[in-house]
């Protein structure tokens, strides 16, 4: 397929959806500060741009599965913010009715699998999941995400191996932002090129620069296209930053203030902004207008969630099975 | 009644369900042109061909893990591991996916697969071939377990769970797949999570599951022999337990004594004897007592794994402490 334009109404798009998960997850922040969300709480802050362009690259029906760094996602992908924000707060009408939480976002209406909270382990999900769509002959390509601290796991490389021998539609991209938590990409490993891995697997790879979201979508659109026509699975190491902690906990001892400074001054946003600008593709007063309708979204999130009721005791017990009877022992 | 074999009765249940239900696969290590390790999946790839028997790299955790994935894509999924010794390397994808995802998705994404093998000792393999998972994955909300003991009940519980909407693991034994045993013509389901009283008796209930049965009906026989009359319940589901079953015939017979090829600590036999002591307290006239593996590793000498393992012997020691004739 030839590439997509990469039109004004792209790039505004792109500013408002990006502004939107940036601001969306700023205020989980301040939320998680009061207490309201609580468990696990891990931004996407900095990492927009590998989404941005993703989804551009997506046809209906294409699937995406990523670790924990999963709220914006199935936004991006069409899911009710709303419901999102009532996950995070435990609600009843979050998106598992409160039983996931943070690191378990699902949409299966709009073809989202997850949100998987053990590292690594939702990479050979994802190659399953395309097994299934190339089982059932249809043309669907699913985009499994990961960290650059999942590639040292033996799931990945595994994964690797059987998505090439069964020749999957499956795009394998790994959001190198720097740190396994705390643990910087040299300290996992005795070569710093994680593209490189697909070369033992003779799997198509490379690495692309993933603060801009047009050569994630380039890079994207050529995986997809060679998923979706049989050409099989590659591996794309999407060099990115995140601007906030591992998780909320993190007093980010393991990197400098200066560091995180210089790749602000990369950020996706202001990148995508500045071309929008450039190019005049909005006035300042349409430019406020979406700032502000972005803001009034993610205030109408919070307002949905604080309104939606914490689930009944009894829902503990839904969902485990579907056997509807299911004898749990309860003495 | 037709007599066939226990791997038989393993490859009869899959190939009439993979005929009756296309997204039916089977997926595992030499499943496909080796016929089955224990030839369980003989003759499969001839009729299915090689798109629904698919043979593996060595890599439990990445099969496993993709099934699961095809699984909440919408296939049915039966993985096969040559020993459940092998699927610790898969287990995070059993415990942390399959049994979870329902759950997690707040009932979004439901993974209906199976994974069968064989479980526990197979002769002389010490300690990393001769281990017995059934408490493992018995004690995780989210899975079912079953443990058939004879074909019968082996094609019956294998249709059952293939066609089980939640994630079911079949254990099943190397020293099973050569019994030979009643299986009937026409198609028949049997439910998951009903035991089976399969031998009546009146002095003391045993209670046992998988293929250390045998080890419970030789005692029973033998026992019957000085008149003493064995109830022998084959449990055939670990996760969930018909505790009725069980409550019922101790009532009957107020004692009982449980026989498990697995390590003691946390076992179905401690969680038996919670059971029996909470809801027939009153009917006891002996506390439970349990016949399990050693409480070490499986070891290879041929007196060392005699040690482990529950013997005919040794039950019916247990029997004879339960019904004070010592």
């Given at each position: 397929m030839p590439k997509k334009p990469i039109t004004k109404e792209v790039y505004l798009k792109w500013?408002?959806d990006?502004?939107?998960?940036?601001?969306?997850?700023?205020?989980?922040?301040?939320?998680?500060?009061?207490?309201?969300?609580?468990?696990?709480?891990?931004?996407?802050?900095?990492?927009?741009a590998v989404l941005a362009g993703s989804l551009l690259a997506m046809e209906h029906g294409d699937k995406m599965i990523?670790?924990?760094?999963?709220?914006?996602q199935?936004?991006g992908l069409g899911?009710?913010?709303?419901?999102?924000?009532?996950?995070?707060?435990?609600?009843?009408?979050?998106?598992?009715?409160?039983?996931?939480?943070?690191?378990?976002?699902?949409?299966?209406?709009h073809h989202?699998?997850?949100?998987?909270?053990?590292?690594?382990?939702?990479?050979?999900?994802g190659?399953?999941l395309a097994?299934?769509d190339k089982?059932n002959g249809k043309n669907h390509v699913t985009l499994t995400y990961?960290?650059?601290?999942?590639?040292?796991?033996?799931?990945?490389?595994?994964?690797?191996?059987?998505a090439m021998?069964?020749n999957l539609p499956v795009v394998f991209v790994?959001?190198?932002?720097?740190?396994?938590?705390?643990?910087?990409?040299?300290?996992?490993?005795?070569?710093?090129?994680?593209?490189?891995?697909g070369?033992?697997?003779?799997m198509p790879c490379l690495p692309v620069d993933a603060?801009d979201p047009v050569t994630v979508y380039e890079a994207m659109q050529d995986a997809v296209d060679r998923a979706r026509s049989g050409g099989g699975p590659t591996l794309i190491?999407a060099?990115?930053?995140?601007?906030?902690?591992?998780?909320?906990?993190?007093?980010?001892?393991?990197?400098?203030?200066?560091?995180?400074?210089?790749?602000?001054?990369?950020?996706?946003?202001?990148?995508?902004?500045?071309?929008?600008?450039?190019?005049?593709?909005?006035?300042?007063?349409?430019?406020?207008?979406?700032?502000?309708?972005?803001?009034?979204?993610?205030?109408?999130?919070?307002?949905?969630?604080?309104?939606?009721?914490?689930?009944?005791?009894?829902?503990?017990?839904?969902?485990?099975?579907?056997?509807?009877?299911?004898?749990?022992?309860?003495? | 009644?037709?007599?066939?074999?226990?791997?038989?009765?393993?490859?009869?249940?899959?190939?009439?369900?993979?005929?009756?239900?296309?997204?039916?696969?089977?997926?595992?290590?030499?499943?496909?042109?080796?016929?089955?390790?224990?030839?369980?999946?003989?003759?499969?790839?001839?009729?299915?061909?090689?798109?629904?028997?698919?043979?593996?790299?060595?890599?439990?955790?990445?099969?496993?893990?993709?099934?699961?994935?095809?699984?909440?894509?919408?296939?049915?999924?039966?993985?096969?591991?040559?020993?459940?010794?092998?699927?610790?390397?898969?287990?995070?994808?059993?415990?942390?996916?399959?049994?979870?995802?329902?759950?997690?998705?707040?009932?979004?994404?439901?993974?209906?697969?199976?994974?069968?093998?064989?479980?526990?000792?197979?002769?002389?393999?010490?300690?990393?071939?001769?281990?017995?998972?059934?408490?493992?994955?018995?004690?995780?909300?989210?899975?079912?377990?079953?443990?058939?003991?004879?074909?019968?009940?082996?094609?019956?519980?294998?249709?059952?769970?293939?066609?089980?909407?939640?994630?079911?693991?079949?254990?099943?034994?190397?020293?099973?797949?050569?019994?030979?045993?009643?299986?009937?013509?026409?198609?028949?389901?049997?439910?998951?999570?009903?035991?089976?009283?399969?031998?009546?008796?009146?002095?003391?209930?045993?209670?046992?599951?998988?293929?250390?049965?045998?080890?419970?009906?030789?005692?029973?026989?033998?026992?019957?022999?000085?008149?003493?009359?064995?109830?022998?319940?084959?449990?055939?589901?670990?996760?969930?337990?018909?505790?009725?079953?069980?409550?019922?015939?101790?009532?009957?017979?107020?004692?009982?004594?449980?026989?498990?090829?697995?390590?003691?600590?946390?076992?179905?036999?401690?969680?038996?004897?919670?059971?029996?002591?909470?809801?027939?307290?009153?009917?006891?006239?002996?506390?439970?007592?349990?016949?399990?593996?050693?409480?070490?590793?499986?070891?290879?000498?041929?007196?060392?794994?005699?040690?482990?393992?529950?013997?005919?012997?040794?039950?019916?020691?247990?029997?004879?402490?339960?019904?004070?004739?010592?």
């Amino acid at each position: 397929m030839p590439k997509k334009p990469i039109t004004k109404e792209v790039y505004l798009k792109w500013y408002e959806d990006m502004l939107f998960w940036r601001r969306f997850e700023d205020k989980t922040s301040a939320l998680y500060i009061q207490q309201k969300i609580r468990g696990f709480l891990h931004l996407y802050n900095g990492q927009e741009a590998v989404l941005a362009g993703s989804l551009l690259a997506m046809e209906h029906g294409d699937k995406m599965i990523t670790a924990y760094r999963n709220h914006v996602q199935p936004i991006g992908l069409g899911e009710d913010p709303r419901r999102i924000m009532a996950e995070l707060m435990g609600k009843v009408d979050g998106t598992s009715r409160g039983k996931g939480g943070s690191m378990h976002m699902f949409s299966k209406e709009h073809h989202f699998y997850g949100g998987h909270g053990i590292v690594g382990g939702q990479i050979p999900l994802g190659a399953g999941l395309a097994f299934a769509d190339k089982y059932n002959g249809k043309n669907h390509v699913t985009l499994t995400y990961m960290g650059d601290g999942a590639v040292r796991q033996g799931s990945f490389h595994e994964t690797m191996n059987l998505a090439m021998l069964w020749n999957l539609p499956v795009v394998f991209v790994i959001e190198n932002n720097g740190y396994a938590m705390g643990t910087s990409v040299e300290r996992t490993a005795n070569h710093t090129e994680i593209w490189k891995l697909g070369l033992g697997y003779e799997m198509p790879c490379l690495p692309v620069d993933a603060m801009d979201p047009v050569t994630v979508y380039e890079a994207m659109q050529d995986a997809v296209d060679r998923a979706r026509s049989g050409g099989g699975p590659t591996l794309i190491e999407a060099r990115t930053y995140r601007y906030k902690g591992h998780s909320m906990s993190d007093a980010q001892h393991y990197r400098t203030k200066e560091e995180v400074a210089e790749y602000q001054k990369l950020d996706p946003i202001t990148i995508v902004l500045d071309r929008i600008k450039e190019n005049n593709y909005a006035t300042e007063e349409e430019i406020e207008t979406i700032d502000q309708r972005v803001k009034d979204l993610v205030k109408e999130c919070v307002d949905f969630a604080e309104a939606s009721p914490f689930p009944d005791k009894e829902e503990l017990w839904q969902h485990i099975y579907v056997q509807k009877d299911y004898p749990f022992i309860k003495e | 009644m037709r007599i066939i074999q226990f791997r038989e009765a393993v490859c009869e249940a899959m190939s009439e369900e993979m005929r009756r239900d296309e997204r039916v696969y089977l997926m595992g290590e030499e499943v496909a042109e080796y016929n089955g390790a224990y030839k369980a999946s003989k003759g499969m790839l001839d009729e299915f061909g090689p798109k629904r028997v698919i043979d593996t790299p060595i890599a439990e955790l990445g099969f496993a893990g993709i099934s699961v994935g095809a699984a909440m894509n919408g296939l049915r999924p039966i993985v096969e591991f040559m020993t459940f010794n092998f699927s610790m390397v898969a287990i995070d994808q059993i415990i942390n996916n399959a049994a979870k995802m329902y759950q997690m998705s707040g009932g979004q994404l439901n993974v209906p697969i199976v994974f069968r093998g064989p479980t526990a000792s197979a002769g002389q393999l010490a300690a990393t071939h001769s281990q017995a998972f059934e408490s493992w994955y018995a004690n995780c909300p989210g899975l079912k377990v079953v443990v058939p003991a004879d074909p019968y009940d082996a094609k019956g519980l294998l249709k059952a769970a293939i066609r089980d909407e939640d994630p079911v693991l079949v254990m099943e034994s190397e020293q099973m797949y050569g019994d030979k045993g009643e299986v009937p013509e026409e198609e028949y389901i049997i439910e998951i999570g009903k035991a089976k009283v399969k031998r009546q008796g009146t002095d003391v209930t045993i209670v046992s599951f998988g293929k250390i049965l045998k080890v419970a009906f030789a005692a029973a026989e033998e026992l019957e022999k000085e008149g003493i009359s064995c109830e022998v319940i084959d449990l055939r589901s670990v996760r969930p337990i018909d505790y009725d079953t069980i409550i019922k015939s101790v009532k009957k017979t107020n004692r009982c004594v449980i026989v498990e090829e697995a390590w003691p600590l946390g076992a179905i036999s401690s969680e038996l004897t919670y059971m029996i002591q909470k809801r027939a307290f009153d009917y006891l006239d002996a506390p439970v007592i349990r016949v399990n593996t050693a409480d070490t590793p499986a070891a290879y000498s041929p007196t060392l794994i005699e040690e482990f393992l529950p013997s005919p012997e040794k039950v019916i020691k247990a029997i004879r402490a339960v019904l004070y004739k010592d």
